[in-house]
């Protein structure tokens, strides 16, 4: 029952692992897996493609173990097409059972090779299958360049807040190695009025629509505009049913952190992604370790929200900036000082 390797070389980098040519179809359902992955979805796009170069395709008959529970793992796994059935025997007494099937697209053995732990289940061919096949070695060593990079990135971005000055060089590294990335398509909600806040976010790129349920005013808005200076103000089609409009936030704001410094505090605002975004989340309990050691910088975040402009106002279809009259300033001062 061998395996009939299909593969071509095309070099030998130090480490022996060979890149391997690839359509770009296959490319891409390698990187998406990546992806979906806990343990790759902070590699860029181009590292998750550089791994992908180096998978090989193997042919796995029907019945065959790819791995083994108990044995050291070197290898990891993408379907390509089949299926697995996945095998755990709970102790050293007990038969093994059929826990889950595994299907196309689906990756597994990363735990393994990574943490030098034995196989936690056997996973075995459900009929005849195509994997991809990962080096333990190029995983670990494009794992460890993809973190050195983003913690690069993340300090250049971290530097540009201007109240996160007040953290040390010791601080700013454990909360860009707390920071998570994540994605969303124009439309997604990234945190919804009325809901516990778990989450701190900061925008990396793109732009976000904040908006509210409306109702009865629980701020102070300023007199009535004008009907002509309503019809300028920026709009947006992400909004939810119900809700209204409160402004933008781009690159290098941050929401989410009211919720997290009241112990019994909800959103009180929901925020939607107006265009792709990619948003970098601290969760409550590391968002905390910070505040501890920082006893001001609640007050300073609060601050920076308020001595505004937090965005400016813009022509939603050109993108171009528009001057904000004095009062609209004031105006989104408040609102952004009592959201999120």
């Given at each position: ?15 022996g ?12 359902i ?112 494009i ?10 990135l ?45 989450n ?13 349920k ?41 929401f ?22 990619r ?19 609640g ?42």
């Amino acid at each position: 029952m061998g395996r009939k390797d299909k593969t071509t070389s095309l070099f030998r980098p130090s480490s022996g692992a060979e890149e391997v040519l690839k359509p770009e179809a296959d490319m891409k359902i390698i990187s998406d897996s990546l992806k979906r992955n806990f343990l790759f979805q902070h590699l860029e796009e181009d590292m998750r493609r550089e791994l992908a170069k180096f998978m090989k395709i193997e042919e796995v008959e029907d019945g065959e173990d790819i791995v083994t529970q108990g044995e050291k793992g070197h290898k990891f796994y993408i379907i390509k097409k089949g299926s697995c059935d996945v095998w755990k025997a709970r102790d050293d007494d007990s038969l093994p059972e059929c826990v889950a099937t595994l299907p196309e697209t689906t990756l597994f053995g990363e735990l393994a090779l990574l943490m030098g732990d034995a196989r936690a289940a056997t996973v075995r061919a459900k009929g005849p299958v195509e994997l991809w096949v990962g080096d333990g070695e190029e995983c670990r060593a494009i794992l460890i360049q993809g973190q050195k990079r983003q913690r690069e990135l993340y300090h250049e971005f971290i530097s540009s807040v201007p109240f996160m000055g007040v953290l040390s060089l010791e601080e700013q590294n454990y909360l860009c190695d707390t920071l998570k990335p994540l994605v969303f398509a124009p439309g997604e909600v990234i945190i919804k009025e009325g809901e516990k806040g778990n989450n701190f976010y900061f925008v990396e790129t793109g732009r976000v629509v904040v908006s509210r349920k409306k109702g009865p005013k629980t701020i102070e808005m300023g007199e009535e505009e004008e009907e002509s200076e309503k019809e300028s103000e920026p709009k947006s089609e992400y909004i939810p049913e119900g809700d209204e409009m409160l402004c933008f936030l781009e690159s290098r704001e941050f929401f989410g952190e009211a919720a997290l410094m009241h112990e019994d505090a909800v959103r009180n605002a929901t925020i939607t992604a107006q265009t792709d975004c990619r948003i970098l989340s601290i969760d409550k309990s590391s968002f905390a370790r910070l505040i501890a050691g920082h006893g001001d910088l609640g007050d300073k975040m609060l601050h920076e929200r308020a001595k505004g402009p937090i965005v400016g106002v813009r022509d939603v279809d050109s993108g171009v900036d528009e001057e904000e009259k004095p009062e609209k300033k004031h105006k989104r001062r408040s609102v952004l000082c009592c959201v999120m």
